[in-house]
């Protein structure tokens, strides 16, 4: 059984600092990766979604990487504003098609960021 | 373009109580999620749609818990009789390939 974990659970950090945000999971046999922000009382944006063939993608200020055979992937956030303040969860998916459990995500618990102004 | 669309985004009711939530997808998407988040941790899949066939709800919890999507499109998940355990954040989201799209979800609390 897929298990996914995020370290830290919580961070806080000063306006302007850069962060990384870290995800492992148990079984490397990963279709895809994706990283979600949460916001208080809201549901799930994607922000990054890295296939499994794929290294790492990119948008804005995030970065997210992913070493399929370590099972670990990071998200990189530069610059860090309040407004990046929130929950981010990471979720793997472990293999295409319509078996029963094929489109399944199993998510970790995520990790709150504070960014303090 | 509209997001995945749930209603209602609230409901309290008490314990044995029926409750139904509603979930309208992004239009085209085919694959349908109802996931449950309890508090302080990430959504578990409770039941997954392709098109109208239930093709995961190996964790379904199906002595109180139904879902259906008669038509494809539109999902409504029930609970009945609902239990102090079952308050949690109800999400929908939807998907035609790989990335899911999630709505807003709705936050059930059962007194």
């Known amino acids: 059984k897929q298990e996914v974990t995020q370290i830290p659970a919580a961070l806080s950090v000063p306006e302007g600092e850069n962060l990384v945000l870290n995800c492992s999971f148990t079984?490397?046999?990963?279709?895809?990766l994706q990283w979600f922000r949460q916001d208080p009382g809201k549901g799930l944006t994607s922000l990054l979604l890295?296939?499994?063939?794929?290294r790492e993608q990119t948008s804005g200020r995030l970065n997210a990487s992913l070493d399929k055979s370590s099972g670990r992937s990071t998200l990189y956030i530069a610059a860090s504003q309040p407004g990046d303040s929130a929950t981010y969860l990471c979720?793997?998916?472990?293999?295409?098609?319509?078996?029963?459990?094929?489109?399944?995500?199993?998510f970790g618990e995520g990790t709150q960021l504070t960014v303090n102004p | 373009e509209a997001g995945v669309v749930q209603s209602p985004r609230y409901k309290i009711i008490e314990k044995k109580q029926p409750v139904a939530f509603w979930c309208n997808p992004i239009?085209?998407?085919?694959?349908l999620y109802w996931y449950r988040q309890n508090l302080g941790q990430g959504p578990e899949l409770l039941i997954r749609?392709?098109?109208?066939?239930?093709?995961?709800d190996s964790q379904l919890p199906k002595d109180r818990f139904s879902a259906e999507r008669l038509k494809g499109v539109d999902s409504t998940l029930k609970i009945q009789p609902a239990e102090l355990g079952d308050s949690a954040v109800y999400l929908c989201?939807?998907?035609?390939?790989?990335?899911?799209?999630f709505g807003p979800g709705t936050r059930l609390t059962v007194l």
């Open positions: 890295i296939q499994s063939s794929q």
């Open positions: 989201a939807s998907s035609l390939g790989s990335e899911q799209f």
């Open positions: 079984d490397s046999a990963i279709y895809n």
């Open positions: 979720a793997v998916r472990q293999r295409e098609g319509l078996e029963t459990s094929g489109s399944r995500l199993t």
């Open positions: 239009s085209g998407h085919n694959t």
């Open positions: 749609y392709e098109n109208e066939e239930a093709v995961d």
